[in-house]
């Protein structure tokens, strides 16, 4: 079933290059698997372009594109849904949305920049090493999803649910998890610089691993930790 949603991950066709091709379309406008080029070496990048940008305007529910790399700038993205689509290293600048709906889509990389996904519902994507700033994911469904390695700066995600997300080795910077459900939620070694949780329920939430404890309690105790053993 899954398997239906994803985009194809079919490879440029220049013969060194590893990039995902792009998502190319057929006489009727609709999508196609056939064999293409990456955002770097397709023959015509501004009409592959405007393909894409009238494609998502165009339909209310979109699955399985590959447009990664592209730029998308003041566009609204409300009442979308988008299944299994890969957007990663793309640049998000200014886009304002409600009732968004994401799941199973590819986000590594990524840019945002003043956006905003307010009572979005975003389940099982991939936001790994992205950068958010003043962006807004308030009052959302954020389940199990990948925010590991990500830098936010002065981004709001409070009154969302995120159950289940990872926060690994995040930055986060001026950016509030307010009055949101972050149970089994893991912020392991993020780096932390004003970051609020106030009626957040923190006690289930994780923010230390099993080795962090046992290092903490050792630095604690005067012992010293050579190659996994105490001396």
Do not use: W
Not at 92 to 116: G, K, P, Q, V, W
Not at 139 to 155: E, T
Not at 161 to 184: E, Q
């Amino acid at each position: 079933m899954y398997n239906k949603l994803m985009f194809t991950l079919n490879k440029c066709l220049v013969n060194y290059c590893n990039n995902h091709a792009l998502s190319t379309f057929d006489q009727n406008g609709n999508l196609c698997s056939s064999d293409s080029y990456c955002l770097d070496h397709i023959p015509n990048p501004g009409k592959i372009k405007d393909d894409i940008y009238n494609y998502i305007a165009t339909h209310d529910k979109i699955v399985g594109l590959n447009a990664c790399g592209l730029i998308f700038s003041n566009i609204d993205f409300s009442n979308k849904k988008f299944f299994g689509c890969n957007f990663t290293n793309c640049t998000f600048l200014n886009i304002h949305s409600e009732n968004l709906l994401l799941r199973m889509c590819f986000f590594d990389f990524a840019i945002f920049n003043d956006c905003n996904f307010i009572h979005s519902k975003n389940l099982f994507n991939s936001f790994s090493m992205a950068t958010f700033t003043h962006t807004l994911y308030t009052s959302s469904d954020l389940v199990q999803n990948n925010f590991n390695g990500i830098k936010a700066y002065q981004c709001s995600f409070d009154d969302s649910d995120l159950l289940n997300s990872r926060f690994i080795n995040a930055t986060l910077v001026d950016t509030s998890f307010r009055n949101c459900n972050i149970k089994k939620t893991i912020f392991y070694n993020t780096n932390r610089t004003n970051v609020s949780f106030k009626m957040s329920n923190t006690r289930e939430a994780l923010f230390e691993s099993e080795e962090d404890k046992i290092n903490k309690n050792n630095i604690e105790f005067g012992n010293s930790i050579v190659d996994g053993g105490i001396l």
